[in-house]
Nanobody, 121 residues
Framework: QVQLVESGGGLVQPGGSLRLSCAAS????????MGWYRQAPGKQRELVAG???????DYADFVEGRFTISRENAKNAVYLQMNSLKPEDTAVYYC???????????????WGRGTQVTVSS
């Protein structure tokens, strides 16, 4: 089985920065796309950023150049550097990865349990 564990969330003031980390562990053969999603109270979960195995990123429009997604394949890890944070960025941030396990011919998406990001003055 696969486990995804996020870290790096916390409370910051508007304009502040946070760096989220996510590491995958288990009987992993390969990891394709990885990404970060977020869910604010009363809202649907939405994609923040994704990144291909080769490092090609994609961002939601609301990021507006403030965030950078990266990955370290040797560590099965993905990161999200968040700068110029706004109160509307407040949400639980979830790591997601499309993973093929050892012995499998296909992969599936796996989720972390999330890390809270709160942006407030």
């Amino acid at each position: 089985q696969v486990q995804l564990v996020e870290s790096g969330g916390g409370l910051v003031q508007p304009g502040g920065s946070l760096r989220l980390s996510c590491a995958a562990s288990g009987s992993i053969f390969s990891i394709n796309v990885m990404g970060w999603y977020r869910q604010a109270p009363g809202k649907q979960r939405e994609l923040v950023a994704g990144i291909t195995r080769g490092g090609l990123p994609d961002y939601a429009d609301f990021v507006e150049g403030r965030f950078t997604i990266s990955r370290e394949n040797a560590k099965n890890a993905v990161y999200l550097q968040m700068n110029s944070l706004k109160p509307e960025d407040t949400a639980v941030y979830y790591c997601n990865a499309h993973i093929t396990l050892r012995g499998q011919l296909y992969g599936d998406h796996y989720w972390g349990r999330g890390t809270q990001v709160t942006v407030s003055s």
